[in-house]
């Protein structure tokens, strides 16, 4: 089968009011589809639509209502960036700090790269095979030329996870032997399996903010699980 054929914005305009959508003037319609693709607009009129899987919208639907949700959903981005670039600030720090002081106690200090110390091996192996890709990527970057001409390319735990995408940092927790999960979860009041979940959570949401997904009115995976002392708290 062939893909679609790609259209000028006169043409998606046209597409658009076929399926039911109001648009009374064409030129601010055309500004909008010259800024925000036809494919991402139309994504914020899922709940606007007929049937689940259909093109057609309801009536009274209009391309300022899609418009104004996909700002919002801009804005809510944004807004979620600056806190969970805390959060990730936050466990870099936790993870690092407590699974250095367990598994590099001796020199040369380079146990973190040795994968006997860790509960998951395979996840670790692949989390260095992605490690490198960044190493390498980022070869010309002080913090990665220091390494390589003083410490044959190796870093201590707390360098390393700086250059660590936020989903390998989420699955390299889970890779950690359960007393150093524990550890880290204790020191943000939480369960090291509930804080497992948080993690992968956050990785998702901070992926999806940090290029572009739309948040509003999608079901994300893994759903959030919250802990009983916590409902407990916010019931009080």
């Not at 909008?32 to 309801?58: C, E, H, M, W």
């Not at 600056?82 to 870099?92: H, K, N, V």
């Not at 590099?104 to 670790?124: G, L």
Request: glycine share 4%; aromatic share 12%; hydrophobic share 35%.
């Amino acid at each position: 089968m062939d893909l679609k054929q790609p259209l000028p914005y006169e043409k998606q305009i046209q597409k658009l009011l076929e399926h039911g959508l109001i648009i009374n003037n064409h030129a601010f319609a055309e500004e909008i589809l010259s800024q925000v693709n036809y494919y991402r607009l139309t994504g914020y009129g899922v709940q606007f639509r007929k049937k689940p899987n259909a093109s057609d919208f309801l009536p009274g639907t209009d391309i300022k209502t899609l418009y104004s949700i996909y700002l919002f959903d801009q804005e809510m981005r944004g807004l979620l960036l600056t806190y969970l670039d805390i959060i990730e600030a936050l466990f870099r720090t936790r993870i690092s700090y407590y699974a250095s002081l367990k598994l590099c106690n001796t020199p040369p200090y380079n146990q973190h790269y040795d994968p006997s110390n860790y509960f998951n091996k395979s996840t670790f192996n692949s989390i260095m095979t992605a490690l490198e890709r960044e190493h390498n990527y980022n070869c010309d970057t002080l913090i990665i030329k220091h390494h390589d001409q003083n410490y044959s390319g190796q870093m201590p735990l707390w360098v390393g996870v700086n250059i660590m995408s936020f989903s390998n940092l989420s699955k390299y927790y889970t890779c950690l032997p359960y007393n150093i999960q524990k550890q880290i979860a204790q020191s943000v009041e939480s369960h090291h399996a509930a804080l497992k979940n948080h993690l992968h959570a956050l990785s998702v949401v901070r992926n999806k903010c940090a290029h572009g997904g739309r948040l509003y009115n999608v079901k994300f995976n893994p759903p959030v699980k919250l802990e009983r002392s916590f409902l407990k708290k916010i019931r009080q």
